[in-house]
């Protein structure tokens, strides 16, 4: 487990470099990335060879989970597994694989919650990125079969890249998932690096 500003591993400088690369000739209109080191490193890595040659947007909202003071402290001293069980607020034999949505670690740590809230807020800010539409774009509609590449992106929409970390990314699918409805769906999902 990373603590919380860790820059890339060689592995990661790789990864980033490698997807820069694959997104060369792809319009990056806006390149949003999380303050921490690792994400800025990778977002460097995009801007870099990218034709649009994007200004990157460090952000707050973007940060990963905020586990809180004292499991900084604990990871600080290599206290992993005191650190394990803060962050799930219990010992990992009590551990049955749901942490509580509302939990948060004692000293400043967030919640699943908060960081459904953060990506309600970051959608609020994209909203004021975007373009009002009179007709969708074709590849929003039913018949378009698309293979999720992002140089099949519609032309007429602004394209923004979200350089983030896996909880943080997981709670935004979540609050775009849930946008408007009464519960949390909840799903998490592991999110490569450097990955689409």
Same mark, same amino acid.
């Given at each position: 487990?990373?603590?919380?500003?860790?820059?890339?591993?060689?592995r990661?400088e790789i990864? /980033?470099?490698?997807?820069?690369l !694959?997104w060369l000739d792809i319009?990056i209109?806006?390149?949003?990335?999380s303050p921490?080191?690792?994400?800025?490193?990778t977002?460097?890595?995009?801007a870099y060879?990218?034709?649009?040659?994007?200004e990157?947007?460090?952000?707050?909202i973007?940060?990963e989970?905020? &586990?809180?003071?004292?499991?900084?402290?604990?990871?600080? @001293?290599g206290?992993?597994?005191? /650190?394990?069980?803060l962050?799930?607020g219990?010992?990992s034999?009590?551990?049955?694989?749901?942490v509580?949505?509302?939990y !948060? @670690?004692?000293?400043g740590?967030?919640?699943?919650?908060d960081l459904?809230? !953060?990506?309600?807020?970051?959608?609020?800010c #994209?909203?004021k990125?975007?373009?009002?539409?009179?007709?969708?774009? !074709?590849?929003l509609?039913?018949?378009y079969?698309?293979t999720? #590449?992002?140089?099949?992106?519609?032309?007429?929409?602004? &394209?923004i890249?979200?350089?983030s &970390?896996?909880?943080?990314?997981?709670e935004?699918?979540? @609050?775009?998932h849930?946008?408007?409805k009464?519960e &949390?769906?909840?799903?998490m999902f592991?999110?490569q690096?450097?990955?689409w």
């Amino acid at each position: 487990m990373q603590t919380d500003n860790e820059p890339l591993t060689p592995r990661g400088e790789i990864q /980033a470099k490698a997807l820069g690369l !694959r997104w060369l000739d792809i319009r990056i209109d806006y390149l949003l990335s999380s303050p921490l080191t690792r994400a800025v490193q990778t977002a460097e890595a995009i801007a870099y060879i990218n034709q649009s040659n994007p200004e990157i947007m460090q952000m707050d909202i973007l940060k990963e989970q905020d &586990h809180g003071k004292l499991f900084r402290s604990y990871m600080a @001293a290599g206290k992993i597994n005191a /650190a394990n069980t803060l962050r799930r607020g219990c010992a990992s034999s009590d551990f049955d694989g749901v942490v509580p949505r509302n939990y !948060r @670690a004692p000293e400043g740590g967030e919640s699943y919650n908060d960081l459904v809230a !953060r990506g309600a807020r970051l959608l609020k800010c #994209l909203a004021k990125m975007g373009v009002e539409l009179t007709v969708p774009p !074709r590849e929003l509609s039913e018949e378009y079969t698309s293979t999720s #590449l992002p140089d099949e992106l519609p032309k007429t929409v602004p &394209h923004i890249v979200v350089v983030s &970390h896996n909880l943080f990314l997981s709670e935004l699918y979540d @609050a775009l998932h849930c946008w408007g409805k009464p519960e &949390h769906v909840g799903k998490m999902f592991d999110y490569q690096n450097a990955n689409w």
